[in-house]
């Protein structure tokens, strides 16, 4: 199949087209080409115009796009280019499988669990309706609603709600390693609000199970079955990495560091994936304990 990412030099996207490659032809949309054919192999094929594209030769389109939501302080500024880079992409690509005359038949989008909004510890899953009216509901919300227009008798739209998503090569652990190392780690704030994680090579079996089954459409949660509180992640990365885990952050402090921005550490989700459950899927990495046990000796390699 004919398969369109964007987002290719992302987190998830450069750990994804690899699996994509092996069986499919992949075409990456990115502003910098270069920077697609070092992180990921001068084989792929790199664009960096959507006008460059003929959709109607695209079976799947995969769109993981967006400014870095952790990348700077939350200033008016910020929070626009944080949606405007999802938003306005994401319409841009709904235009175009909507204009073709034989669309992709599949679209699948990101999102993430930030869509529900701060929550207190009870299971929720994709039924879940009672949001929490802030920043990150409002961008995941409009961002789900533009993609879910491409939805068609020919086209199937699959939404993703990412949650925190664990890697060796990047992302948060790569960003809380350190601290640990040096006996800095510890929970945030009081350690009861819940942290709802994935494996990477579960959100990337995730993403390769709705490309091959074709009759999946609709949200998927893309967290491990097993969320677990701040303190018992904390607890667990510090043993882990044979390191003490008494340095706690203060809510307040974040607060003044981060802003608005430190809300998203403050407070919580504890969400369930049911929907790729129910649909089959099977997670490699269910437990956060062997989870840190593959990610952290792949980090150290």
Known sequence: MNILITGGTG??????IPF?????KVTVLSRNATKVYVKIGSHIHAIHKLSEIDFNQFDI?????GEG??????????????????WQLTQEL????????????????????????????????ESFDQCNQEFSHTLCKEWESIALNAQSDTTRVCIIRTGIVLSPHGGALCKM??????????????????MSWIH?????????????????????????????????????LAESLNRPNFFRVPAKILTLLLGEMAE???????????NITKAGYRFHYPELKEAFSHLLRHHSE
């Not at 034989?102 to 999102?111: C, K």
């Not at 350190?178 to 350690?191: E, N, Q, R, S, V």
């Not at 998203?264 to 049911?274: A, E, K, T």
């Open 11 to 16: 987190l998830i996207g450069s750990a994804l």
């Open 177 to 194: 390693i350190p601290a640990y190392k040096f006996a800095l780690g510890g929970p945030i704030a009081d350690g009861c609000q819940m």
């Open 264 to 274: 998203l550490l403050i407070y919580g989700q504890n969400v369930r994936p049911n």
């Open 69 to 86: 939501i952790l990348k700077k302080r939350w200033s008016k500024k910020q929070k626009q280019k944080i949606e405007q880079s999802r």
């Open 94 to 125: 709904v235009n175009k499988i909507r204009d073709a005359d034989t669309p992709p038949h599949t679209f699948i989008s990101g999102s993430a669990i930030g869509f529900y909004g701060r929550q207190n510890n009870q299971p929720i899953d």
């Open 20 to 24: 994509l490659d092996n069986h499919h």
């Open 200 to 236: 990477i090579d579960d959100i990337i079996g995730m993403i390769m199970y709705l490309v091959e089954e074709q009759s999946l459409k609709g949200v998927f949660n893309a967290t491990a079955p097993t969320p677990v509180s701040n303190a018992e992640f904390s607890s667990m």
């Open 61 to 65: 389109v995969i769109n993981l796009a």
